[in-house]
């Protein structure tokens, strides 16, 4: 694996990171600490160092195991953690962005790692009422504190994410390093708003889902839309997600992924990563797995070069409308400016301009 930068900071991370999220069973579908701590060493092994989990991940085991995992040599691994998701459904404070909740959540995120500070603290989402302008002062205090190196947003709005950098730039607090969304090639509505916007504030973007819950593995293609997959979890959020990607859309891209993958003589899911990876040096995949054989598998998609007519079926066939006002931009530039954008050296675009087609 190589490595890249996060963000716009100094922070070298490895250009796939790590997904903490299966490491403990209790959710009923993760892998079990012996095989969790496989699938750490070979991540390892392959150059990684970026390690994503959060403190609602498997009540709590992920952080533990990670710290577990890295304690040895903790000072050579990135650990990214997150906060925001309740810790106790009987206290209105038990979760959320507030000042109250990230003090909490840290400290006790920082005990189940066994650490006293992390590399990269999240708000895990928005919650819909914390000001933007207190969980970014209090990110920022963790960051003078010691606790915390980089901060992110994860699963927040674009306009949400330029205002609390904006906010932070102005007051001279620590700014966003990062967003963590959810991006693959089944689930580009990301490309409306989110891309454009870290692009132009030259932020990471932690893509989460890579391969649509499975679904670009290649091996769930439905016959019928409506059809079950074939080996679905049926548990919590991951039939959530998965759900999502049950449309004859999805169905269309698998296939082409299929054709693409074995015109390349590798597979499916390994192309689907390196398709992100192509498609800009912002793009940071999240790799999760349960069990070191898929992810010792996924990461050969470090190994692969996606030739440009490759990049160009996937691109046709997983593009999708993006509304207002990408569509409307895009489809009147010619009339409102004559020819003279396509004149323009590529290079004098501005950032933002190459995700908006214009």
């Not at 054989?293 to 066939?317: Q, S, Y």
Request: charged share 25%; net charge neutral; glycine share 8%.
């Amino acid at each position: 694996m190589k490595t890249t930068f996060l963000g716009r900071t100094g922070l070298k991370v490895s250009e796939y990171a790590l997904g903490a999220m299966t490491f403990g069973t209790e959710n009923g579908w993760g892998a079990d600490k012996d095989e969790s701590r496989r699938i750490f060493d070979a991540y390892v092994e392959a150059g990684g160092n970026f390690i994503d989990t959060a403190d609602g991940y498997t009540r709590g085991t992920s952080e533990r195991m990670v710290g577990e995992f890295v304690a040895e040599a903790r000072q050579r691994f990135v650990i990214a953690t997150k906060y925001t998701v309740s810790r106790d459904r009987t206290d209105p404070n038990g979760g959320g962005n507030s000042r109250k909740s990230l003090t909490h959540a840290l400290d006790a995120s920082l005990k189940r790692l066994g650490t006293d500070y992390v590399d990269l603290y999240y708000t895990h989402m928005y919650d819909g009422f914390t000001p933007i302008e207190e969980t970014v002062r209090a990110l920022d205090d963790a960051v003078r504190a010691g606790k915390v190196l980089y901060v992110g947003l994860s699963d927040f709005p674009a306009w949400l994410v330029a205002r609390a950098d904006l906010y932070a730039e102005f007051a001279r607090f620590a700014r966003p390093a990062c967003i963590q969304i959810e991006y693959n090639l089944a689930m580009r509505e990301a490309e409306r708003e989110l891309l454009p916007m870290a692009d132009a504030l030259g932020l990471s973007v932690l893509d989460w889902s890579p391969l649509g819950a499975g679904a670009l593995s290649g091996k769930l293609v439905a016959p019928d839309p409506d059809e079950n997959y074939q080996g679905r979890v049926a548990s919590g959020v991951v039939a959530r997600n998965f759900d999502k990607y049950k449309a004859e859309a999805t169905n269309a891209v698998v296939r082409e992924l299929i054709a693409c993958a074995e015109a390349l003589g590798t597979r499916p899911a390994r192309l689907a990563l390196a398709w992100l990876r192509a498609k800009s040096d912002m793009h940071i995949p999240i790799i999760g797995a349960r069990s070191v054989r898929h992810i010792e598998d996924n990461l050969k998609a470090a190994e692969l070069v996606v030739p440009d007519e490759i990049m160009a079926r996937l691109e046709a066939v997983s593009a999708r409308p993006l509304g207002f006002p990408v569509d409307f931009l895009r489809g009147g530039q010619k009339d409102w400016f004559g020819e003279q954008p396509e004149r323009l050296d590529p290079r004098a675009r501005p950032v933002g301009r190459r995700f908006l087609g214009l």
